[in-house]
């Protein structure tokens, strides 16, 4: 019989109550909870060496950041989001895996953490960034989930990827934005998309990460 791994979120959310925008995503991979890091991990929120979340802001934002384990390229990404006032507030606090893998779909017995409450304490927050949509076990799929138990409803501003749809929370108006996610393994979904080929027709140079760059860029 398979051994069940015992997936607990690393961090804490970050940076909260000086937010504006959070960040939900939902677990880093494995190694991150074991602490048997690859070479050119970050020791932090989306620290993943093959994640492209930290490239995509780099590139946005021309922050020549380091990628290594180091104490550094931490507080480098820290202190770059406390300048922009963006938190960090993944929505799975844990699951369990049969597969030792960091695939959204294979998380099990997933226990969630209270986004809404979170949400009391980031008082200026008026957007969640969602890594990723409505497929199953991606955070604005676990984000509805949640947000049912509230009675909330949200109400859609834009059915375009990235799709924004709006909601209220103790009279506050808040927007989310699915965005691509920023994944290898969301890459050939890029690649499927007609606004994409395009693109790459006009540019044979042009990348996944070009054009996530592109989408991410106005809302961060």
Not at 67 to 78: L, Q, S, V
Not at 137 to 150: D, T, V
Not at 166 to 195: M, Y
Request: with cysteine.
């Amino acid at each position: 019989m398979s051994k069940v791994f015992h997936h607990i979120h690393p961090y804490p959310p970050f940076n909260l109550e000086n937010a504006t925008k959070l960040i939900v995503g939902t677990l880093p991979p494995p190694r991150f909870t074991s602490g048997d890091l690859k070479k050119g991990d970050v020791h932090f929120c989306y620290g993943s060496i093959d994640g492209q979340l930290w490239p995509i802001l780099n590139k946005i934002f021309d922050l020549n950041l380091s990628f290594e384990t180091t104490p550094e390229a931490i507080e480098e990404r820290k202190q770059f989001l406390r300048s922009r006032r963006i938190g960090v507030c993944d929505i799975v606090a844990s699951s369990k895996r049969i597969k030792i893998d960091a695939s959204d779909i294979g998380m099990q017995e997933v226990e969630l953490r209270d986004i809404f409450t979170y949400l009391t304490i980031a008082k200026n927050v008026d957007t969640l960034l969602f890594t990723g949509g409505n497929s199953k076990n991606g955070p604005e799929y676990f984000f509805r989930r949640k947000a049912k138990e509230y009675n909330i409803k949200l109400e859609v501003l834009s059915s375009e990827v990235p799709r924004i749809h709006q909601f209220i929370w103790e009279g506050r108006t808040i927007n989310t934005v699915s965005l691509t996610a920023p994944s290898g393994a969301a890459n050939r979904a890029v690649g499927s998309l007609d606004q994409y080929k395009k693109m790459k027709a006009i540019n044979p140079d042009f990348n996944t990460i070009d054009f996530r760059v592109l989408q991410y860029a106005p809302f961060f």
